[in-house]
């Protein structure tokens, strides 16, 4: 028996799975706004799996991955569950993953950097809501309204 909760609702949604690739040329969170646009989404659950990353101090978000990276700065990403979503052209980001730097100076930080990149491309799969495929008092034409940080998916 569900649980109701007054604070819930339940929406119907045309949710896909896919498979893309996303690359290090930008911040994973603009990489991750890109695939969203790429694919029409406005909201997606994205897994991804032992991709290399880096961490550049100083480094612009639109300046190119360096042609050598030095070993202080990279590490990998054992596994990222997020979910993501646009805000117009703003993404929020937020989930669960296990990651290591392959040296201690690169920081044991439990948030990653909103500097982080994939040193690598590094492909990613999961479950995307097409945009403007749903509507109801909290999702409004595929946009989700600021109050909401996720949405759950359910594959029928």
Known sequence: MPIENSNSESA?????????IIDGYFPLQESLRQMLVRNDFVTAYVALTYAPIMNIPGLAQNAPVPLRIDCDAVGVAERLDLIVALYGQELRVTGYGRWRWHSDSAGSDRLMAPSTRLAEPAIVKGIGAVAGHFQTDKFV????WQENDFIVFRIM
Not at 12 to 20: M, Q, R
Request: aromatic residues 8%; without cysteine; proline residues 0%.
């Open 141 to 144: 034409g595929g946009a989700l």
């Open 12 to 20: 119907l949604l045309a949710a896909t799975s896919f498979e893309d």
